[in-house]
């Protein structure tokens, strides 16, 4: 089954949303086993007890801190990560495998299909949407 371009960007969107949904997941975590030791050094009222601020800044560094790693690293690479999943063909039709450079329409010559911008590389690159270079 070959996809379209519009059913690759629309996945695309669809993933991204899901890490963004991931990132905010991790982070809940990350804030959930941040708050409990916090929460009982607050209510013990031992604020300035220095072995246990340091065994309660170990345990929140531990695992926690992990979660809150993963949930940065997701929201810095998620565009990069969606392009890595889900590539677009490179001057290639997704549709019929036509070789899409110097193409002069945003339609394939050999099967008519409507071609994305993303796909074209934009208009400097492919040369579409140059009007009248020499008259």
């Given at each position: 089954?070959?996809?379209?371009t519009?059913?690759?960007?629309?996945?695309?969107y669809?993933?991204?949303?899901?890490?963004?949904?991931?990132?905010?997941a991790?982070?809940?975590?990350?804030?959930?086993g941040?708050?409990?030791?916090?929460?009982?050094?607050?209510?013990?009222?031992r604020?300035?007890?220095g072995?246990?601020l340091?065994?309660?800044?170990?345990?929140?560094a531990s695992?926690?801190?992990n979660?809150?790693?993963?949930?940065?690293f997701?929201?810095?690479m998620?565009?990069?990560l969606?392009?890595?999943?889900?590539p677009?063909p490179?001057n290639?039709c997704?549709?019929?495998?036509?070789?899409?450079?110097e193409?002069?329409?945003?339609?394939?010559?050999?099967?008519?299909?409507?071609?994305a911008?993303?796909l074209?590389?934009?208009?400097?690159?492919?040369?579409?949407?140059?009007?009248?270079?020499?008259?």
């Amino acid at each position: 089954m070959i996809l379209d371009t519009g059913s690759i960007v629309r996945k695309r969107y669809r993933m991204r949303r899901n890490i963004r949904f991931a990132a905010l997941a991790l982070f809940m975590v990350f804030l959930i086993g941040t708050s409990a030791p916090l929460m009982d050094l607050l209510i013990t009222g031992r604020v300035f007890d220095g072995m246990r601020l340091l065994e309660i800044l170990r345990q929140v560094a531990s695992v926690p801190g992990n979660f809150l790693v993963g949930a940065a690293f997701l929201c810095v690479m998620q565009r990069r990560l969606v392009v890595w999943l889900l590539p677009l063909p490179e001057n290639l039709c997704p549709q019929c495998g036509y070789h899409l450079r110097e193409l002069t329409t945003t339609r394939c010559p050999e099967c008519g299909l409507e071609l994305a911008a993303e796909l074209l590389g934009g208009p400097e690159k492919s040369g579409v949407g140059d009007s009248g270079a020499a008259a």
